[in-house]
């Protein structure tokens, strides 16, 4: 319940930002822009659309985290409006949960908005039958964004924006890249192989939310996929909140 | 407790409750037992004591200052009662719950020092989550706050953004938040700093009305005045450590009373041997007052006045303020810690 009130109360800041309007203008601006390059693609207008519609979920829901998130906890701290909030009957953990929740519902509102730009550009054009692909396409790339918001709240209840920000960004492109990273891990001999296997392990598998090569073909995933994807954001973000919320704990608001 | 700081000069022990040594716990609403709070620094690893074995009672309903100079440990000693910081050792209890416990905060208002706020919230907004946050439901928060709002003289633009907000509005903004949800126990760092006169007087009111409704108030202040108006008891804290507790009352009490006597202008005669060193002599063109140091000597002192054919204008005595007191333990403290590091040198 009160883990609601922080959400209700950090949804209103993400939306009230003029960063996320900025960055929601800018994506509906790139979606549109991709029309006008239309005459170039040579018939691959709507695989274009998609492709960097999609992109642009991702690109610019990573920008938001950036720009908001990373900061989201440790403004909080700097600015002190978190003794306002901390010094009532409300646990840490639950004012982590608070905050992870509301920024990701302000980022699923930028993915259902773009999604819904680059679906009504394709509907305009006639591909009609690339609904279904890019609203899955669009589902993951929201949960991929729930996850990295995760590790934004992990690293803003623990470090100063900046820190924080490369921390997230470093996370994401391991995480892009974790499938390679696991592949060296098989090559690579000895500690050197573990220690990438761990590696892997620990950053968030985010190739998995990736489908935006199929959406761009118009083909759409299995439940099997959808549901493995959303279990493992679930699973890893409530690992990442578990994770700041015991580290969180013991600190200290001077 | 520290009794080495409480000295044998028939003050109350630090911290207990003066005509009430064994007080039952629960009857108190504050309660701290060595309560200690150290930092260590980052780079050189050298530790700072911040708190060091508070030992403080605050009984149900009373109304405590807290006093003591910057750094003395005044806002370490609200923020650990609030769980904004974690003791280093001792324990405390709010209205009987240890403060460990996230529910201890459930019957307390907190008002940081300086409070700071969201400021893309508008008055209504952010009333309506601190209510929310203190367990007030929905619709519930919703009318508190607006009554709240009214009672604090923001009622008329509810919905006028926090950035907006001159620094008066922001403290009532922040006492109500701490009172919507009629707490128990209201702890206040530093309520009336930087509010003009107008504003002192608001948050003074508050002050009061809520002591009328048998809230407990446990508050820092730098404006000795206003504590000597609102409180039943204070605690000077210095240096970290609880050096007194006692009614303004017993404080001021206690000290010597002065006398100033004014009167029409007096020849320049030295007092009788007996009043030298007691009093001091002020001339002004058409008036000399003397400032006598010892009440009980007053007699002897008018006497020799109309001796010497003085025409006594006014006599009154001079309390000393609590300010004046405050700055004396202050001293005194100072004097004592130079005192120690002799010795241990």
């Given at each position: 319940m009160?883990?609601?009130?922080?959400?209700r109360?950090t949804?209103?800041?993400?939306?009230?930002?003029?960063?996320?309007t900025?960055?929601?203008?800018?994506?509906v601006?790139?979606?549109?822009?991709?029309?006008?390059?239309?005459?170039?693609?040579?018939?691959?207008?709507?695989?274009?659309?998609?492709?960097?519609?999609?992109?642009?979920?991702?690109?610019?829901?990573?920008?938001?985290?950036?720009?908001?998130g990373?900061?989201?906890?440790?403004?909080?701290?700097?600015?002190?409006?978190?003794?306002?909030?901390?010094?009532?009957p409300?646990?840490?953990?639950?004012?982590?949960?608070?905050?992870?929740?509301?920024?990701?519902?302000?980022?699923?509102?930028?993915v259902?908005?773009?999604?819904?730009?680059?679906?009504?550009?394709?509907?305009?054009?006639?591909?009609?039958?690339?609904g279904?692909?890019?609203?899955?396409?669009a589902?993951?790339?929201?949960?991929?964004?729930?996850?990295?918001?995760?590790?934004?709240?992990?690293?803003?209840?623990?470090?100063?924006?900046?820190?924080?920000?490369?921390?997230?960004?470093?996370?994401?492109?391991?995480?892009?890249?974790?499938?390679?990273?696991?592949?060296?891990?098989?090559?690579?001999?000895?500690?050197?192989?573990?220690?990438?296997r761990?590696?892997?392990?620990?950053?968030?598998?985010?190739?998995?939310?990736?489908?935006?090569?199929?959406?761009?073909?118009?083909?759409?995933?299995?439940?099997?996929?959808?549901?493995?994807?959303?279990?493992?954001?679930?699973?890893?973000?409530?690992?990442?909140?578990?994770?700041?919320?015991?580290?969180?704990?013991?600190?200290?608001?001077? | 407790?520290?009794?080495?700081?409480?000295?044998?000069?028939?003050?109350?022990?630090?911290?207990?409750?003066?005509?009430?040594?064994?007080?039952?716990?629960?009857?108190?609403?504050?309660?701290?037992?060595?309560?200690?709070?150290?930092?260590?620094?980052?780079?050189?690893?050298?530790?700072?004591t911040?708190?060091?074995?508070?030992?403080?009672?605050?009984?149900?309903?009373?109304?405590?200052?807290?006093?003591?100079?910057?750094?003395a440990?005044?806002?370490?000693?609200?923020?650990?009662?609030?769980?904004?910081?974690?003791?280093?050792?001792?324990?405390?209890?709010?209205?009987?719950?240890?403060?460990q416990?996230?529910?201890?905060?459930?019957r307390?208002?907190?008002?940081?020092?300086?409070?700071?706020?969201?400021?893309?919230?508008?008055?209504?907004?952010y009333?309506?989550?601190a209510?929310?946050?203190?367990?007030l439901?929905?619709?519930?928060?919703?009318?508190?706050?607006?009554?709240?709002?009214?009672?604090?003289?923001?009622?008329?633009?509810?919905?006028?953004?926090?950035?907006?907000?001159s620094?008066?509005?922001?403290?009532?903004?922040g006492?109500?938040a701490?009172?919507?949800h009629?707490?128990?126990?209201?702890?206040?760092?530093?309520?009336?700093?930087?509010?003009?006169?107008?504003?002192?007087?608001?948050v003074?009111?508050?002050?009061?009305?809520?002591?009328e409704?048998?809230?407990t108030?446990?508050?820092?202040?730098?404006?000795?005045?206003?504590?000597?108006?609102?409180?039943?008891r204070?605690?000077?804290?210095?240096?970290?450590?609880?050096?007194?507790?006692?009614?303004?009352?017993?404080?001021?009490?206690?000290?010597?009373?002065?006398?100033?006597?004014?009167?029409?202008?007096v020849?320049?005669?030295?007092?009788?041997?007996?009043?030298?060193?007691?009093?001091?002599?002020?001339?002004?063109?058409?008036?000399?007052?003397?400032?006598?140091?010892?009440?009980?000597?007053?007699?002897?002192?008018?006497?020799?006045?109309?001796?010497?054919?003085?025409?006594?204008?006014?006599?009154?005595?001079?309390?000393a303020?609590?300010?004046?007191?405050?700055?004396?333990?202050?001293?005194?403290?100072?004097?004592?810690?130079?005192?120690?590091?002799?010795?241990?040198?």
């Amino acid at each position: 319940m009160k883990a609601a009130a922080i959400a209700r109360n950090t949804f209103r800041e993400a939306t009230r930002d003029r960063a996320l309007t900025g960055v929601l203008v800018a994506g509906v601006a790139l979606i549109l822009a991709t029309q006008a390059l239309g005459a170039l693609a040579l018939g691959e207008e709507s695989r274009l659309t998609v492709d960097l519609g999609l992109s642009a979920i991702s690109g610019f829901g990573l920008l938001v985290i950036v720009l908001v998130g990373t900061s989201l906890v440790a403004k909080e701290i700097e600015r002190r409006t978190i003794f306002n909030l901390l010094s009532r009957p409300i646990g840490r953990p639950a004012y982590l949960l608070g905050k992870w929740l509301g920024l990701s519902s302000a980022l699923w509102v930028v993915v259902a908005v773009l999604g819904l730009v680059v679906w009504l550009m394709l509907e305009v054009r006639g591909h009609g039958g690339y609904g279904p692909a890019v609203a899955e396409a669009a589902y993951l790339a929201g949960l991929e964004l729930t996850v990295v918001t995760g590790l934004a709240v992990l690293f803003s209840a623990l470090s100063t924006p900046v820190l924080s920000t490369l921390y997230t960004v470093g996370f994401y492109c391991a995480g892009q890249w974790s499938w390679d990273l696991r592949d060296f891990a098989e090559r690579a001999p000895g500690a050197l192989g573990v220690t990438l296997r761990v590696a892997a392990d620990l950053v968030p598998n985010l190739p998995i939310f990736n489908m935006r090569a199929l959406a761009a073909h118009g083909q759409v995933t299995t439940p099997f996929h959808l549901g493995l994807a959303t279990l493992y954001a679930l699973v890893y973000c409530g690992c990442v909140l578990a994770l700041a919320a015991a580290a969180f704990e013991s600190r200290d608001f001077k | 407790m520290r009794t080495s700081a409480a000295p044998a000069s028939g003050w109350p022990t630090p911290g207990r409750l003066p005509d009430a040594p064994d007080h039952p716990p629960e009857a108190l609403a504050i309660r701290t037992a060595g309560l200690s709070k150290s930092y260590r620094h980052n780079w050189t690893g050298r530790i700072v004591t911040g708190l060091d074995e508070l030992n403080l009672e605050v009984r149900l309903g009373e109304v405590m200052g807290y006093l003591g100079p910057n750094g003395a440990g005044k806002t370490t000693t609200l923020k650990l009662l609030t769980g904004l910081l974690k003791p280093t050792r001792g324990d405390a209890w709010l209205m009987g719950v240890p403060i460990q416990q996230v529910s201890s905060r459930r019957r307390i208002g907190f008002l940081p020092e300086q409070p700071y706020f969201y400021e893309y919230l508008n008055g209504m907004e952010y009333l309506e989550l601190a209510g929310q946050l203190s367990g007030l439901a929905g619709q519930e928060a919703h009318q508190q706050a607006r009554g709240w709002l009214g009672r604090v003289g923001l009622g008329e633009r509810p919905r006028l953004v926090l950035r907006k907000y001159s620094k008066g509005m922001l403290q009532r903004l922040g006492l109500a938040a701490a009172l919507l949800h009629q707490p128990d126990v209201l702890i206040l760092d530093e309520p009336m700093s930087g509010l003009d006169p107008f504003g002192r007087r608001d948050v003074r009111d508050l002050i009061l009305e809520q002591r009328e409704r048998g809230t407990t108030v446990l508050f820092s202040s730098h404006i000795l005045p206003d504590v000597e108006i609102l409180c039943d008891r204070v605690a000077i804290i210095l240096g970290g450590r609880l050096t007194r507790v006692a009614t303004v009352g017993q404080l001021v009490g206690a000290s010597h009373q002065q006398v100033e006597i004014r009167c029409t202008v007096v020849p320049p005669f030295a007092p009788e041997p007996g009043l030298v060193g007691t009093v001091e002599r002020r001339d002004r063109p058409h008036e000399t007052s003397f400032l006598l140091h010892d009440d009980t000597r007053l007699g002897e002192m008018l006497a020799w006045l109309l001796r010497v054919g003085a025409q006594v204008r006014a006599v009154t005595p001079q309390r000393a303020t609590l300010e004046e007191l405050f700055l004396a333990t202050a001293a005194r403290a100072d004097a004592d810690g130079h005192a120690d590091e002799r010795r241990s040198a």
